[in-house]
Nanobody, 121 residues
Framework: QVQLVESGGGLVQPGGSLRLSCAAS????????MAWYRQAPGRQRELVAR???????NYADSVKARFTISRDNAKNTVYLQMNNLKPEDTALYYC???????????????WGQGTQVTVSS
């Protein structure tokens, strides 16, 4: 199994910054795509940013030029640097990892429990 532990959420004023982290642990054989999603109250979960094992990145249009996703493969950790935060960025942010375990050698989809980001003055 793969466990994901997220950290870094909190309350920030508009224009402020936060850095989210998500560390994967367990019987991991390999990790492919790592991503961040978010879900605001009354809305569907949406992709914020993703990064492949080779370092290619994709972003939602709403966060381009403000958010940066990165990963540390040695630590099995993905980060989301969020700058110039806006009230509409308020949501529960989830880490998602596509990983293969040692036991199955098959890629599975794993989710963290979420970390709350609130942008308000």
């Amino acid at each position: 199994q793969v466990q994901l532990v997220e950290s870094g959420g909190g309350l920030v004023q508009p224009g402020g910054s936060l850095r989210l982290s998500c560390a994967a642990s367990g019987s991991i054989f390999s990790i492919d795509v790592m991503a961040w999603y978010r879900q605001a109250p009354g809305r569907q979960r949406e992709l914020v940013a993703r990064i492949t094992g080779g370092g290619s990145t994709n972003y939602a249009d709403s966060v381009k030029a403000r958010f940066t996703i990165s990963r540390d493969n040695a630590k099995n950790t993905v980060y989301l640097q969020m700058n110039n935060l806006k009230p509409e960025d308020t949501a529960l942010y989830y880490c998602n990892v596509q990983a293969a375990t040692i036991a199955t050698m098959r890629r599975g989809d794993y989710w963290g429990q979420g970390t709350q980001v609130t942008v308000s003055s």
